[in-house]
T-cell receptor, first 113, second 112 residues
Framework: GEDVEQSLFLSVREGDSSVINCTYTDSSSTYLYWYKQEPGAGLQLLTY?????DMKQDQRLTVLLNKKDKHLSLRIADTQTGDSAIYFCAERAYGGATNKLIFGTGTLLAVQP | DAGVIQSPRHEVTEMGQEVTLRCKPI?????LFWYRQTMMRGLELLIY????????DSGMPEDRFSAKMPNASFSTLKIQPSEPRDSAVYFCASSRPRDTQYFGPGTRLTVL
């Protein structure tokens, strides 16, 4: 079945890099997403990667995809206190009729000043 | 674009009362999703619609929960009767086909 797993908590110091990891089980996934949820707010799309890509960079964000190991990571360079939030990875399975996403449990990123 | 709009943002009610949560998706989005978020269970998909038709309601907890989408610009999630264990943040999201989902700000429900 479909399952997405993440570590629950990550603490880093301001200015360091953060790496949030995610593993998924559906090898037919087409797109993989990273969402950010700030306290009291909804989920906001940060970035996504198509399954035929290995890496995608967007300013301070770098997404790495290892399809063989079904492993996805999000690296945040020069982490700021404003990056403190919960980060969710999500996969969308192949099968074009559905837009259903499978979300991970979320990783709480705490940035220490 | 105003984004996904949800109302109310906060709802406090007493056990046994009926609760109705509302959602206006982004114009032009064919898909609408209802999620529930709690500390214990994380983010759960309750139901989703495509072109106003319910496609998958397997996540709806029990018969006390019902969702409707009478037109392309409006959906409701109703809980009747409500129970304290229904306390959670309820999110609505919408998307185009084969596109990412855009989330609303959520409704924080507290059932006393």
């Amino acid at each position: 079945g479909e399952d997405v797993e993440q570590s629950l908590f990550l603490s880093v110091r301001e200015g360091d890099s953060s790496v949030i990891n995610c593993t998924y089980t559906d090898s037919s996934s087409t797109y993989l997403y990273w969402y950010k949820q700030e306290p009291g707010a909804g989920l906001q799309l940060l970035t996504y990667i198509f399954s035929n890509m290995d890496m995608k960079q967007d300013q301070r964000l770098t997404v790495l995809l290892n399809k063989k190991d079904k492993h996805l990571s999000l690296r945040i360079a020069d982490t700021q206190t404003g990056d403190s939030a919960i980060y969710f990875c999500a996969e969308r399975a192949y099968g074009g009729a559905t837009n259903k996403l499978i979300f991970g449990t979320g990783t709480l990123l705490a940035v220490q000043p | 674009d105003a984004g996904v709009i949800q109302s109310p943002r906060h709802e406090v009610t007493e056990m046994g009362q009926e609760v109705t949560l509302r959602c206006k998706p982004i114009s032009g989005h064919d898909y609408l999703f209802w999620y529930r978020q709690t500390m214990m269970r994380g983010l759960e998909l309750l139901i989703y619609f495509n072109n106003n038709v319910p496609i998958d309601d397997s996540g709806m907890p029990e018969d006390r929960f019902s969702a409707k989408m009478p037109n392309a610009s409006f959906s409701t999630l109703k809980i009747q009767p409500s129970e304290p264990r229904d306390s959670a943040v309820y999110f609505c999201a919408s998307s185009r086909p084969r596109d990412t989902q855009y989330f609303g700000p959520g409704t924080r429900l507290t059932v006393l």
